[in-house]
């Protein structure tokens, strides 16, 4: 299964992306073997420096970080993926300001993200890798429900507490991208705490 074949923006109505770095992973997956799913925000421009790009993509550098900080021995996305995870963005187009408008996620999730998570019937666990993810989700989970999943405020709160949709347990958690030495050494541990756990989630 290739996620781009299964699920796609029909017309692109976001204002506030730019639309001709529109990413959706690009390559064979065996759904059946994806235990976890980790949402991070959005594409990066340049399309080398996204998870599943060849050499050593720029996306990858502290995400793999944040695998050996949690106890988990990965060197690529390859191995990322052997070990059950599954990643992708909340927004499928770059952002071109450093938000981005809630109409613009709520958009992009419901036409898109929710259809992609569906793609892996024995996934248990989803992990929302910073304030987009989390908005993301909540928006699927709106939905159906009529009620948001991870309740407002920081992060550093509402990771403490236990949500469940479906047959999914989610962790909110933060963003694990960017330059490795403007992530916070406090963030850098929480993110390692909530990888393993959802890793580890029976």
């Given amino acids: 299964m290739i996620p781009s074949k299964c699920v796609k923006c029909p017309d692109f109505p976001c204002q506030d992306v730019n639309k001709s770095a529109y990413l959706i992973p690009d390559l064979e997956i065996e759904p059946e073997k994806i235990r976890s799913i980790m ?3 959005a594409p990066p421009k340049d399309s080398r420096d ?3 790009a060849s050499d050593k993509p720029f996306f990858m550098e502290t995400t793999v970080q944040a695998f050996k900080d ?9 191995d990322v993926l052997k070990q059950g995870v599954y990643i992708t963005t909340a927004i499928k187009c770059a952002k ?13 999730c419901l036409r898109i993200l929710g259809q992609e ?9 989803v992990l929302l890798m910073g304030d987009t993810a ?4 909540n928006c699927i989970v ?7 999943l991870i309740p407002s405020g920081s992060t550093y709160k509402v990771r403490k507490g236990k ?8 962790f909110p958690s933060y963003l694990q991208t960017g330059k490795s030495y403007l992530i916070e050494k406090s963030k850098r541990k929480m993110i390692a705490v909530d990888v393993k756990a959802a890793l580890e989630h029976p």
């Avoid at 450093?98 to 709520?106: A, N």
């Avoid at 998570?117 to 666990?125: A, E, S």
């Avoid at 709106?142 to 948001?148: D, L, P, V």
């Fill in 39 to 41: 949402i991070s925000e």
């Fill in 50 to 52: 996204y998870f599943y």
């Fill in 70 to 78: 949690a106890g988990f021995e990965v060197a690529s996305v390859k």
């Fill in 96 to 108: 071109t300001a450093y938000s981005i408008l809630p109409e613009t996620i709520e958009s992009c």
């Fill in 117 to 125: 998570i569906d793609l892996f019937p024995r996934v248990k666990t």
């Fill in 134 to 137: 989390i908005k993301a989700m």
């Fill in 142 to 148: 709106k939905r159906s429900t009529g009620k948001r």
């Fill in 163 to 170: 949500y469940f949709y479906k047959r999914l347990r989610v």
